[in-house]
C-alpha cells in the first residue's frame, strides 16, 4: 500500500441510467463529481483495461482529473478509477473506434469525433483547409474532363457540388444531433455527481437536541456512553462520515429516525409507572 495513490472516501454516490446500464458517479467532499471508469466501459462497450492503460499513459494532463475513491460494488467497497465528469468528453476522443462493440454507440462516438474535430478547427481558424481541398480537387476533375465534355461540363460539376453539399448538409445534421445527445449526457452526469446542500445551523441545533434527549434515555436505561453509537447509527443510516456532513434532503429521515427511538424509549420508561398505579 505504501507509495501507492490515495483513496478518497466519497461524500455521495448515486447511480446514472445511459442505454440501460447504470454508470456509477460519486461526489468528493470539495464538491467536484467523478465517474467510474470501469462503469464508463461498461456502458461504452470498451475494454476497460485498455482505457485504464491510455489514462495511465497520459497521465501527464488526465493525473489532476483522476481519482481513486472508495465505491460500494456487489463484492463491497472496492477503490475504483474515477475521472472528473467534466474530463468525460477529452477522454472519448481517444476511444479507438475498432474497440466498440456496440454499433449504435460506435457511430455516436464516430459523430462526436467528428464534431469536435470541427469545433477545433474552428477555433484554431484553420477550418478553411477542407473547403480548399475540395476546390482544388473540383477544378482539377473539371479541367480533366474538359477536353472530352466541353459543352456539358459545366452543368455536370453544378449538379456534383450541389449532390455533395447537400450530403454534406445532411452529415453535418446527423453530427449536430449525435453531439447534441452526447452533451446532453455529459451534463446529466455533472448533475447527479454535483454538490449537495448541507444543513442549516439551526437544523444541526435541533439534531443536537434530539441526540441528546435520546442519549439521556439511554443513560436511564443503563447505557453508560451512548453518544458514540447515536451518531454512528445516523451517519450508516445517511452515509456520511460525519452528522456536520449530512444532506438537507436526508435530514427528515434522520429526525423520524431519532423520535422514533425517543418515543419507544419513553413508552418503556412509563410502563412501570401504569403498573404501580393498577
Same mark, same amino acid.
Given at each position: 500500500m505504501?507509495?501507492?495513490?490515495p483513496?478518497f472516501?466519497p461524500?455521495?454516490?448515486?447511480?446514472?441510467?445511459?442505454r440501460g446500464?447504470?454508470i456509477?458517479?460519486a461526489?468528493l467532499?470539495d464538491?467536484k463529481?467523478?465517474?467510474?471508469?470501469?462503469?464508463?466501459?461498461e456502458?461504452?462497450?470498451?475494454?476497460?483495461?485498455?482505457?485504464?492503460?491510455?489514462l495511465l499513459? +497520459? +497521465?501527464g494532463?488526465?493525473a489532476?482529473y483522476?481519482?481513486?475513491?472508495q465505491?460500494?460494488?456487489?463484492?463491497g467497497?472496492q477503490?475504483?478509477?474515477?475521472l472528473m465528469a467534466?474530463?468525460?468528453?477529452?477522454?472519448?476522443?481517444?476511444?479507438e473506434?475498432?474497440?466498440v462493440q456496440d454499433?449504435?454507440?460506435?457511430d455516436?462516438?464516430?459523430a462526436?469525433?467528428?464534431?469536435?474535430?470541427?469545433?477545433?478547427?474552428?477555433?484554431?481558424?484553420?477550418?478553411?483547409r477542407?473547403?480548399l481541398q475540395?476546390?482544388?480537387?473540383?477544378?482539377?476533375?473539371m479541367v480533366?474532363?474538359?477536353e472530352?465534355?466541353? #459543352?456539358?461540363?459545366?452543368? &455536370?460539376v453544378e449538379?456534383?457540388?450541389? #449532390?455533395?453539399?447537400?450530403?454534406?448538409?445532411? &452529415?453535418?445534421?446527423?453530427?449536430?444531433?449525435a453531439?447534441?445527445d452526447?452533451? +446532453?449526457q455529459?451534463t446529466?452526469?455533472? &448533475?447527479v455527481a454535483?454538490?449537495?446542500?448541507r444543513?442549516?445551523?439551526?437544523?444541526l441545533?435541533?439534531l443536537r +437536541?434530539l441526540v441528546a434527549?435520546?442519549?439521556?434515555l439511554?443513560?436511564?436505561q443503563g447505557?453508560?456512553?451512548?453518544?458514540?453509537g447515536?451518531?454512528?447509527?445516523?451517519?450508516?443510516?445517511t452515509?456520511?462520515?460525519?452528522?456536520e456532513?449530512?444532506?438537507r434532503? #436526508?435530514f427528515a429521515?434522520?429526525?423520524?429516525?431519532?423520535?422514533?427511538?425517543?418515543?419507544?424509549?419513553?413508552?418503556?420508561n412509563a410502563?412501570p409507572?401504569?403498573?404501580?398505579?393498577v
Open positions: 505504501a507509495g501507492g495513490p483513496v472516501k461524500e455521495q454516490e448515486r447511480k446514472l441510467l445511459f446500464k447504470e456509477a458517479t461526489d467532499r464538491g463529481g467523478y465517474v467510474s471508469v470501469r462503469s464508463l466501459c456502458a461504452f462497450g470498451l475494454d476497460q483495461r485498455a482505457q485504464r492503460r491510455r499513459r +497520459q +497521465q494532463y488526465f489532476p483522476t481519482a481513486t475513491i465505491m460500494n460494488t456487489p463484492g467497497p477503490p475504483n478509477l474515477c467534466s474530463s468525460v468528453p477529452l477522454f472519448l476522443t481517444g476511444v473506434l475498432e474497440r454499433a449504435e454507440t460506435r455516436l462516438l464516430t462526436f469525433l467528428d464534431e469536435a474535430h470541427t469545433v477545433l478547427a474552428e477555433h484554431f481558424g484553420i477550418s478553411e477542407g473547403e475540395f476546390l482544388r480537387e473540383s477544378v482539377s476533375r480533366a474532363e474538359q472530352q465534355f466541353e #459543352d456539358t461540363i459545366s452543368k &455536370k449538379a456534383e457540388l450541389a #449532390d455533395l453539399r447537400r450530403a454534406h448538409e445532411e &452529415k453535418v445534421q446527423q453530427i449536430r444531433e453531439f447534441s452526447l452533451r +446532453q455529459v446529466r452526469l455533472e &448533475k454535483g454538490p449537495k446542500a444543513l442549516t445551523p439551526e437544523e441545533g435541533q +437536541q434527549s435520546l442519549g439521556t439511554l443513560q436511564e447505557v453508560p456512553k451512548p453518544y458514540p447515536i451518531y454512528m447509527d445516523i451517519t450508516r443510516l452515509g456520511v462520515s460525519r452528522s456532513d449530512i444532506r434532503e #436526508d429521515m434522520v429526525v423520524d429516525f431519532l423520535e422514533g427511538q425517543i418515543r419507544g424509549l419513553t413508552k418503556e410502563k409507572a401504569k403498573a404501580k398505579d
